[in-house]
């Protein structure tokens, strides 16, 4: 647990700043640009993440679990396994940008903006190849304990576009078209950055040339990683059905409520998303720790931590979820203004799924690690899919609550429907 919370704080040291960064960023946004062309711009980001996300495998999964594995049973297998992965995510992430400049003239007159903002989709899906090192890298990052590099980055990536929005917005160039190229070249350059750092870290880390991790006899030997790639296809999978409670429900809406309601929504969302994200920076450490005792078959490790996360670590995010609950309508009133007072209500109803799912952060994780990447796809495939037939009613008849209601049941379904399982295989161990 000390360890847990150890490598935890320093990665939400560095992601506690970007989360400033971010927030401030979104504050910044959102009043400048207003509901109504911050909708148009969260309709924009929506069908982009909703295209990249369609096409990405989460490499960063697979990738962990055989690193540890590989790594103690055959290091030989290590570089073939680095390279794979590197070459899947280059491979996806530009298929789904050319995808995005190609379908968007389709799809532009359907959603907020109409063809209007046509050229934001090129400048936005451009800027997504900033994540196309991030899997890989902090996969490699982590099983360094490279958690201050990561934190760093982290924090300097988020830092440096509120910077480029703040400057925006100081000179009264704040507009959608200036966001949007301001996102484009800051994503490339961010690619630039983490594939440096991945670099070094394989070739001072593993004592891997990169000529050795993209050798001719990649592809041949593709068939010794077949554990590899029957967790990436799960994954894959996931990634597919997951974009919906990703982005998916921001892309409905858009559809069905005006650019003001879609911006309330996803100023609610990116709020709550802050909160989110320090459950998934220990869901991240904690992956690692899990893999290892599982591969060793620990089972006493496994259990103790259970029954510590149990006692100490739900309590604590119950009482907290329950103060910011009250808070949460004269802060945000008081923050972004009353042009907002609909993303207080949001807000509320969002933060009571993700307060649940932050107890269960390290349900998934384990389900994981003990190579429950079928059964997880399951949960997903039919969450999301129960996710769009209710989202699409709740805004029928609720409009955009309905929206938040929905995909706070959806936060809570995953990880409970996760959690029996766990045990089970715990106690066969």
Avoid at 198 to 206: K, N, S, V
Avoid at 321 to 329: D, S
């Amino acid at each position: 647990m000390k360890q847990l919370f150890s490598r935890g704080s320093t990665l939400l040291s560095g992601t506690g700043m970007a989360m400033g960064a971010s927030f401030l960023q979104t504050l910044l946004l959102a009043r400048g640009l207003g509901p109504n062309d911050f909708g148009i711009l969260a309709g924009v980001q929506a069908f982009c993440a909703v295209f990249a996300t369609l096409l990405a495998f989460r490499t960063s999964e697979p990738l962990t679990r055989y690193l540890v594995e590989y790594q103690k049973t055959n290091p030989s297998l290590v570089k073939t396994l680095l390279g794979t992965a590197i070459l899947v995510d280059m491979v996806t992430q530009c298929t789904a940008v050319l995808l995005i400049l190609f379908f968007a003239p389709w799809v532009a007159e359907y959603l907020p903006g109409g063809f209007k903002a046509l050229e934001l989709y090129f400048l936005v899906g451009i800027s997504l190849l900033r994540t196309l090192f991030d899997h890989t890298w902090f996969s490699v990052a982590r099983d360094q304990a490279k958690y201050r590099t990561i934190a760093v980055l982290s924090a300097f990536f988020s830092i440096i576009r509120t910077f480029f929005v703040a400057v925006l917005a100081f000179f009264g160039y704040l507009t959608l078209y200036n966001v949007a190229i301001s996102m484009m070249f800051l994503g490339i350059f961010q690619m630039g950055v983490t594939g440096f750092f991945l670099q070094r870290a394989i070739t001072l880390g593993y004592k891997i040339p990169m000529c050795d991790i993209f050798s001719k006899n990649l592809l041949e030997c593709q068939n010794k990683l077949a554990p590899f790639w029957s967790f990436m296809q799960a994954t894959f999978l996931w990634s597919v059905f997951g974009t919906l409670a990703k982005e998916g429900d921001v892309l409905i809406l858009s559809t069905l409520r005006p650019a003001e309601e879609v911006g309330a929504y996803r100023l609610a969302k990116s709020l709550v998303g802050t909160i989110q994200q320090v459950a998934d920076l220990l869901a991240q450490v904690i992956y690692q720790d899990f893999s290892a005792w599982v591969v060793e078959k620990n089972r006493s490790r496994l259990q103790k931590n259970f029954r510590l996360l149990s006692r100490r670590w739900v309590p604590a995010v119950a009482t907290v979820t329950f103060l910011a609950f009250f808070l949460a309508n004269p802060l945000i009133l008081g923050i972004f203004g009353h042009a907002y007072v609909l993303s207080a209500e949001i807000f509320s109803i969002l933060l009571v799924g993700v307060g649940i799912a932050t107890m269960l952060f390290w349900v998934r994780p384990l389900a994981l690690a003990f190579e429950m990447h079928w059964y997880n796809l399951q949960v997903v495939l039919w969450g999301n899919l129960s996710f769009a037939i209710l989202d699409w009613a709740g805004i029928q008849f609720l409009g955009v609550t309905g929206a938040a209601w929905t995909f706070a049941l959806l936060t809570v379904s995953g990880p409970l429907a996760l959690l029996v399982p766990i045990l089970n295989r715990i106690r066969k161990i």
